[in-house]
Nanobody
Framework: QVQLVESGGGLVQAGGSLRLSCAASGRTFSSYAVGWFRQAPGEEREFVAAVSGPGYSTNYKDSVKGRFTISRDNAKNTVYLQMKSLKPEDTAVYYC????????????????WGQGTQVTVSS
């Protein structure tokens, strides 16, 4: 089990950038794949991006490709989501989640979740 804490959310104008961080506890963090998900009011939680344990493999939701970059620093037990060219439709609570290898789009395959950080993009 790993505990996760997100940070870095906030209010930004359309076209702006934010970098989210997901800090994790545990000495075996590098063995966990980590995903970022988001949930807007009245919507289901949706996959945004994921990275493998070592950090070599990533995958993204189509609408964020080229704008968002997921990365990790296992020495710091932290995963990042760099978001650029933000759009109002990116507004949501963003969550990070850990799994023992799975880095797909189904949130039910992720075992541990953070509390979320709010991202609001104004037009």
């Amino acid at each position: 089990q790993v505990q996760l804490v997100e940070s870095g959310g906030g209010l930004v104008q359309a076209g702006g950038s934010l970098r989210l961080s997901c800090a994790a506890s545990g000495r075996t963090f590098s063995s966990y794949a980590v995903g970022w998900f988001r949930q807007a009011p009245g919507e289901e939680r949706e996959f945004v991006a994921a990275v493998s344990g070592p950090g070599y493999s990533t995958n993204y939701k189509d609408s964020v490709k080229g704008r968002f970059t997921i990365s990790r620093d296992n020495a710091k037990n932290t995963v990042y989501l760099q978001m650029k060219s933000l759009k109002p439709e990116d507004t949501a609570v963003y969550y990070c989640a850990a799994s023992t290898g799975y880095r797909g789009r189904d949130p039910s395959n992720y075992n541990d979740w953070g509390q979320g950080t709010q991202v609001t993009v104004s037009s």
